[in-house]
């Protein structure tokens, strides 16, 4: 049984990251995982939330999800994040949170995090990759040990075949286009198991 603490560290405007968020948060927990699932700090302006309904009804689903911070990055062995892809980029908000953990790499608490990530788009070549590698160039920064999914499992090629990382095309409704719940799980649990190998060569 795995004693990795995973945090699973999400941006969600219109609830897709938020969903995937917690389908890591259920295969990590079956890999044995102790898990922190985490919101980075809304920076829009509260008039923009609440122009857009879907918007508006993930900020009230997600209202009581504790904020992310320093510390809990310094607690967990493994960080998964979910974002949406902002022109090819990762939103601002996870951007803000990942450039004020400076104190925390000066201090070498992010070497050897073993981290992942998972995005959405509203269509197919809307920037996924480019998110991931977005998020990954920061995690070099950081010293950290990228765990991405690659081809481990056939499950990916059924959830769009993405080796960065699960990425999922969201429709003008708001609707996941592909099946990702288990290509999720199983990035999660592959991400937990890189933790064990990490934490137990460590010791």
């Known amino acids: 049984m795995s004693n990795v603490k995973l945090a699973v560290v999400f941006y969600s405007m219109g609830g897709t990251n938020y969903q995937m968020a917690k389908w890591a948060e259920e295969g990590a927990k079956e890999a044995g995982a102790e898990v922190k699932v985490l919101k980075v700090e809304e920076l829009a302006p509260q008039s923009s939330i ?7 009804a993930t900020v009230d ?4 999800v504790p904020v992310a911070t320093s510390a809990d990055i310094e607690w967990a062995d493994a960080i998964i994040f979910s974002i949406p892809t902002r022109f090819g980029n990762m939103p601002s908000q996870m951007k803000q949170f990942l450039d004020m953990q400076g104190g925390l790499w000066a201090n070498g608490k992010t070497v050897n995090k073993v981290v992942s990530g998972m995005t959405s788009a509203q269509n197919p070549h809307g920037g996924q990759e480019a998110t991931m590698l977005s998020l990954y160039t920061s995690m070099m920064h950081w010293g950290a040990i ?3 999914p690659g081809y481990t499992d056939p499950v990916l090629f059924g959830a769009g075949g993405n080796p960065y990382g699960t990425s ?6 708001g609707k996941m286009v592909e099946d990702v719940e288990s290509a999720v ?3 999660a649990k592959r991400t937990v198991t890189v933790a064990d190998w990490v934490k137990k060569g460590n010791q």
């Not at 609440?50 to 508006?56: G, I, L, R, S």
């Not at 689903?61 to 009581?64: G, V």
């Open 50 to 56: 609440e122009a857009n309904e879907a918007w508006k």
């Open 61 to 64: 689903a997600t209202k009581d």
């Open 146 to 148: 990228i765990a991405s």
């Open 185 to 187: 799980k199983h990035q």
């Open 168 to 173: 999922v095309t969201v429709d003008q409704d």
